[in-house]
T-cell receptor, first 110, second 112 residues
Framework: EAQVTQNPRYLITVTGKKLTVTCSQN?????MSWYRQDPGLGLRQIYY???????DKGDVPEGYKVSRKEKRNFPLILESPSPNQTSLYFC?????????FGPGTRLTVT | GDSVTQMEGPVTLSEEAFLTINCTYT??????LFWYVQYPGEGLQLLLK?????DKGSNKGFEATYRKETTSFHLEKGSVQVSDSAVYFC???????????FGPGTRLSVLP
């Protein structure tokens, strides 16, 4: 079964404490991406990766890092989270018409 | 840049009512158009899509027609059910076929 998994699903943290949200896919997709969802703004792309070791900024990359050391995994890293990064985050795998979304990670930064 | 506008919610309907959620877009070239649905606590699921002008996407009783002349892709369903309660996102796929541009989402609540 095609699957995109994210962990954790829910996270409450404090300002400045580094965190990583993991994303994994089992479809052998080269293209993966991260979005954040905020009320009234829809989904906005943070970063994307076209293949292993190839990543690029999306529309809202400030305050985030990513890495792509293996094809199946694409973690999102917040080195020093701030309250304005409180949001719902989605990892997506695949591109174009065949894009699959993970279940989401709800992050609260206090 | 490309953008998607959709009607503000929330939309509240009674079961079996007719649903329309408006979506218009601004894009260069000829984007593909999509509707995604997000049920409570879940990720986004593709509901339907249309890849060229006058195409009609349909799924689970929902329909949307790609109208190039009005740059619109309105979502319709003839008779909604309580289980259709969700957030609906209109989106376009840019000319490069890589990145999606999403609208802000419309929350639909269907009452029994």
């Amino acid at each position: 079964e095609a699957q995109v998994t994210q962990n954790p699903r829910y996270l409450i943290t404090v300002t400045g404490k580094k965190l990583t949200v993991t994303c994994s896919q089992n479809m052998n997709h080269e293209y993966m991406s991260w979005y954040r969802q905020d009320p009234g703004l829809g989904l906005r792309q943070i970063y994307y990766s076209m293949n292993v070791e190839v990543t690029d900024k999306g529309d809202v990359p400030e305050g985030y890092k990513v890495s792509r050391k293996e094809k199946r995994n694409f973690p999102l890293i917040l080195e020093s989270p701030s309250p304005n990064q409180t949001s719902l985050y989605f990892c997506a795998s695949g591109r174009g018409y065949e894009q699959y979304f993970g279940p989401g990670t709800r992050l609260t930064v206090t | 840049g490309d953008s998607v506008t959709q009607m503000e919610g929330p939309v509240t309907l009674s079961e079996e009512a007719f649903l329309t959620i408006n979506c218009t877009y601004t894009a260069t070239g000829y984007p593909s158009l999509f509707w995604y649905v997000q049920y409570p606590g879940e990720g986004l699921q593709l509901l339907l899509k249309a890849t060229k002008a006058d195409d009609k996407g349909s799924n689970k009783g929902f329909e949307a027609t790609y109208r190039k002349e009005t740059t619109s892709f309105h979502l319709e369903k003839g008779s909604v059910q309580v289980s259709d309660s969700a957030v609906y996102f209109c989106a376009l796929l840019d000319n490069y076929g890589q990145n999606f541009v999403f609208g802000p989402g419309t929350r639909l609540s269907v009452l029994p």
